[in-house]
């Protein structure tokens, strides 16, 4: 079975800035894209940002130039920087990837359970 864990959220003022972590665990071959969503109350989710196994990126407009996505293939790792914070940031974020469990499996997409971000004075 396979896991994604997120860490990392918390309470942070205006421009303050945090790191979340996803952690995969489980049967894995391989993992392909990872992405992060966030969902503030509301709301829809949404895409937040994206990278490929190669190291290709993508951002929402409303991130760019604050946030920066990235990962360790060796560690199964995805995090997510998060600096100049605002308060409509305030949200779950969710951590998204592509994962094949074996060789022949299929690729499946799979979520973690979310941490909270606010960002609040």
């Known amino acids: 079975q396979v896991q994604l864990v997120e860490s990392g959220g918390g309470l942070v003022q205006p421009g303050g800035s945090l790191r979340l972590s996803c952690a995969t665990s489980g049967s894995i071959y391989s993992i392909y894209a990872m992405r992060w969503y966030r969902q503030a109350p509301g709301e829809q989710r949404e895409s937040v940002a994206r990278?490929?196994?190669?190291?290709?990126?993508y951002y929402a407009d409303s991130v760019k130039g604050r946030f920066t996505i990235s990962r360790d293939n060796s560690k199964n790792l995805v995090y997510l920087q998060m600096n100049s914070l605002k308060p409509e940031d305030t949200a779950v974020y969710y951590c998204?990837?592509?994962?094949?469990?074996?060789?022949?499996?299929?690729?499946?997409?799979?979520w973690g359970q979310g941490t909270q971000v606010t960002v609040s004075s």
């Open positions: 990278i490929t196994s190669g190291g290709s990126t």
């Open positions: 998204n990837a592509d994962i094949r469990r074996t060789i022949d499996s299929l690729l499946r997409n799979y």
